[in-house]
């Protein structure tokens, strides 16, 4: 069983930045990727961005050249530096890892809010 939990949501102006921060810990070496999901109210969950063991990024087209998706393998840790954000970034975010069984099991954290103001 793998725990996923996230920090570093919060409020902040149009135009600003916020980095989240997510540790997956109980796996070990089997979490093959990590990523962020985001949910707004009314909405659908969509992903943001997620990256691979090997460092392979893949990001939502609606963040991309604002957000990076980092990630320290040795800590099973992933970053999302979100800059130049715009009110409808405002969501709660997921973050998820993805662990290699007998097929690809995806953990989710509690979800940390980011309210961006205009």
């Known amino acids: 069983q793998v725990q996923v939990v996230e920090s570093g949501g919060g409020l902040v102006q149009a135009g600003g930045s916020l980095r989240l921060s997510c540790a997956a810990s109980?796996?070990?070496?089997?979490?093959?990727?990590m990523g962020w999901f985001r949910q707004a109210p009314g909405k659908q969950r969509e992903l943001v961005a997620r990256i691979t063991t090997d460092d392979n990024p893949n990001y939502s087209s609606s963040v991309r050249d604002r957000f990076t998706i980092s990630r320290d393998n040795a800590k099973n840790t992933v970053y999302l530096q979100m800059n130049s954000l715009k009110p409808e970034d405002t969501a709660v975010y997921y973050c998820?890892?993805?662990?290699?069984?007998?097929?690809?099991?995806?953990?989710w954290g509690q979800g940390t809010q980011v309210t961006v103001s205009s």
């Open positions: 998820t890892a993805d662990e290699q069984r007998l097929k690809v099991v995806r953990y």
């Open positions: 109980g796996s070990g070496s089997s979490i093959i990727a």
